[in-house]
């Protein structure tokens, strides 16, 4: 059974930090990209942050500076350091894994983790 879950939402104060995790587990050959979406009330779902296999980073302008992706080949983890906070960051955030199994790619998403940040 694949499963991609992420983990380390919660409740902070605007200026604040959080680290999202998100591990994939089961028979997986390899990852591919990971990336970070989240998704407010009465918004659409929107990119925050990818990691390529190789390191490469890309983020959306509005969390560039404050929030930074890594990953852990070895776990098969994710990770998002969110610094600043801004009660505008406030979103469901969910994982997206672009997995390898058996010769076929498909792409998993987490369950999402509650991201609040209080003014």
């Known amino acids: 059974q694949v499963q991609v879950v992420e983990s380390g939402g919660g409740l902070v104060q605007a200026g604040g930090s959080l680290r999202l995790s998100c591990a994939a587990s089961?028979?997986?050959?390899?990852?591919?990209?990971m990336c970070w979406y989240r998704q407010a009330p009465g918004q659409q779902r929107e990119l925050v942050a990818g990691?390529?296999?190789?390191?490469?980073?890309n983020y959306a302008d509005s969390v560039k500076g404050r929030f930074t992706i890594s990953r852990d080949n070895i776990k098969n983890t994710v990770y998002l350091q969110m610094n600043s906070l801004k009660p505008e960051d406030t979103a469901v955030y969910y994982c997206?894994?672009?997995?390898?199994?058996?010769?076929?790619?498909?792409?998993?998403w987490g369950q999402g983790t509650q991201v609040t940040v209080s003014s």
């Open positions: 997206n894994a672009e997995l390898n199994i058996r010769s076929r790619t498909y792409n998993y």
């Open positions: 089961g028979t997986i050959f390899s990852i591919n990209a």
């Open positions: 990691i390529t296999s190789g390191g490469s980073t």
